[in-house]
């Protein structure tokens, strides 16, 4: 019998599936995915959590509790760094602990250190290590790798194309034809398990997109481009989600595409509150793009959240429509 791995489909998943689900099918295991989050998955994660975690931690919880009594290995690594010179939040870092002291009678955890700060020198030995969970030989693990970085450089071609990390999860993803709405492109800042997670986000993907909205996000952008924008800040951002926010930020505010901003972020998030501020600041003073900061955590009501992205729309659509009648000044020139 194939041994079985359970993937959360939470925090990074969305950023590295093709990646580990590949990896861990070529070395011959079973590969079991969490549900997509739902109530359920979601209460679970809170009651199995410190009252302090934010909401992104509390679902990861819940999908461990789904994986639990289905896999014999769960793959949760601890996390450091995945950027030179960069960190990503402490949270990813002490994420095995934190679930083994929360959650009794798991399976075995793979929770191999990720940390790429100085170089990537060591992804080698990450590789074997993490693969070494499941079989000894050492030519296995390599192939398997190499198939699975292949199926990886596919999945980013895909993002390079344009379409969402969420879309590359729909089968046939060709013939949805789905995807590309109208020429208005809104950005959506947050991070990748917030805005990508149909039921954190309360379909905020969908929802714009049903508006004709075209959803753009960091992952849409050229990254070394971003880069370049992130290094004119005043300071180099040593987190690597602040690096990709602010710096895609700064290619989109003299995007004419880009017809409005929507920052999704979690309460509860010290990043959140630091990059969405500078976000927040850079979009007012440097653009006139309407920009909108949601806040979600799981007391947050879908109703709330759906009026504010009617308020939203209607703003793009307002700007849209009276735009030529507005001066330098922003002040009306001639009304209808
Ligand atoms: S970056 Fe914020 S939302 Fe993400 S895990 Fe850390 S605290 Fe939670």
Redesign the pocket.
Known sequence: MPIKVGIPSALLFYDYYPLWITFFEELGADVIVSKNTNKEIVDMGIKNTVDEA?L??KVFHGHVLDLKNKVDLIFIPRITSVSKYEYI?P??CGLPEMIKYSIKDLPEIIDTNIDFRKSKKNLNRTVMEIGGYITKDVKKIKNAFEIAMKEYSRYKDLIKKGFLPIDTLKKDIYSKGDFFRGKAKVLLLG?PYNIYDPHISMDLVQKLRKHNLTVVTCESFCEEAMNEKAATLDKKMFWS?GRKILGTVLSAIKNDEICGIIYLS?FG????SVIGDIAERRIRRDSNKPFTLLTIDEHTGEAGVDTRIEAFVDMIKWRDEHENNLSPHRKFIHSN
């Open positions: 934010c992104p931690v939040c949270k990813f991070h989600f979690s998030c010290g990043l959140d």
